[in-house]
Nanobody, 125 residues
């Protein structure tokens, strides 16, 4: 099955921007709905956004709508999360995930069966 590797995390000031990348190991990643989740210390894993397998339509959590943009590059087998206007509450480990389910939206972490190792995003206030 596809393997995922995230990159692009780091430390940024509030109001700044970061772009996360998720590289997939195979071209069949176009057959998966891809998503970003995040987990802050002491909190549950939280859905951030996903991009649907069939038409790349995006879906966002209310907490990031208007600030984050999810996209995918089929040629490079890569998914991105552009994060703008970052807030301290965006601080978390960010994970990319994949699922073959065709439901929309797919926001529950247990619906995803492939996960990356995570990348830390820290927003200083």
């Amino acid at each position: 099955q596809v393997q995922l590797v995230e990159s692009g995390g780091g430390l940024v000031q509030a109001g700044g921007s970061l772009r996360l990348s998720c590289a997939a190991s195979e071209r069949t990643f176009r057959n998966y709905t891809m998503a970003w989740f995040r987990q802050a210390p002491g909190k549950d894993r939280e859905f951030v956004a996903h991009i649907f397998l069939s038409d790349s339509s995006p879906y966002y959590a209310d907490s990031v709508k208007g600030r984050f943009t999810i996209s995918r590059d089929y040629a490079g087998n890569t998914m991105y999360l552009q994060m703008n206007s970052l807030k301290a509450e965006d601080t978390a480990v960010y994970y990319c995930a994949a699922t073959r389910t065709t439901r929309w939206p797919v926001i529950y972490w247990a619906d995803y069966n492939v996960w990356g190792q995570g990348t830390q995003v820290t927003v200083s206030s």
